[in-house]
T-cell receptor, first 111, second 113 residues
Framework: KQEVTQIPAALSVPEGENLVLNCSFTDSAIYNLQWFRQDPGKGLTSLLLIQSSQREQTSGRLNASLDKSSGRSTLYIAASQPGDSATYLCASCSNDYKLSFGAGTTVTVRA | GAGVSQSPSNKVTEKGKDVELRCDPISGHTALYWYRQSLGQGLEFLIYFQGNSAPDKSGLPSDRFSAERTGGSVSTLTIQRTQQEDSAVYLC???????????FGSGTRLTVV
């Protein structure tokens, strides 16, 4: 069974700092890995999708890397803003097409 | 539609009652998933539909839970004889195919009193 771990569980930074969120998974046989954002009381918003054949994806200030062999993905958020405050979840899609989620990293960006 | 639509957004029900939660996936998406997020817990897989194939029900926590998908589109998750431990946010997601990224709805917050 795929196990997904996110470190740290929580992160508080001053505005303008870069954020580094880590995700590790135990089974490297994945189709893709997806990063989501969840605001309190809301659903999940997709941020980046990295297919298993890709090494990274970028969207604006966000960059996600994937290293299947080591079972790791990292989400970088450049020049953080208070609006980036949310919980960030990573999820791997396994061969059975199910998503396995980490517990998330709760980010607070202080103005 | 533009996104995955779930209804109702909130549901309060009495213990023992049945509830139905609805999910309208993005048009053309063949894969549909139900997940549950309990307070302070991670996301728990419930059930997965892919096209006309038999659904993967391996995540349903008990036989009080069932789901169907009519015409390869709309899905309904039914919880019979609700219990307090069923209180959670139920999230639906769809995908063009099972391995190509997921779009989630806003969820249904179920409270059993």
């Amino acid at each position: 069974k795929q196990e997904v771990t996110q470190i740290p569980a929580a992160l508080s930074v001053p505005e303008g700092e870069n954020l580094v969120l880590n995700c590790s998974f135990t089974d490297s046989a994945i189709y893709n890995l997806q990063w989501f954002r969840q605001d309190p009381g809301k659903g999940l918003t997709s941020l980046l999708l990295i297919q298993s054949s890709q090494r990274e994806q970028t969207s604006g200030r966000l960059n996600a890397s994937l290293d299947k062999s080591s079972g790791r993905s990292t989400l970088y958020i450049a020049a953080s803003q208070p609006g980036d405050s949310a919980t960030y979840l990573c999820a791997s899609c396994s061969n059975d097409y199910k998503l396995s989620f980490g517990a998330g990293t709760t980010v607070t960006v202080r103005a | 539609g533009a996104g995955v639509s779930q209804s109702p957004s909130n549901k309060v029900t009495e213990k023992g009652k049945d509830v139905e939660l609805r999910c309208d996936p993005i048009s053309g998406h063949t894969a549909l998933y139900w997940y549950r997020q309990s307070l302070g817990q991670g996301l728990e897989f419930l059930i997965y539909f892919q096209g006309n194939s038999a659904p993967d029900k391996s995540g349903l926590p008990s036989d009080r839970f069932s789901a169907e998908r009519t015409g390869g589109s709309v899905s309904t998750l039914t919880i019979q004889r609700t219990q307090q431990e069923d209180s959670a946010v139920y999230l639906c997601a769809s995908s063009p195919r099972g391995d190509y990224g997921y779009t989630f709805g806003s969820g249904t917050r179920l409270t059993v009193v």
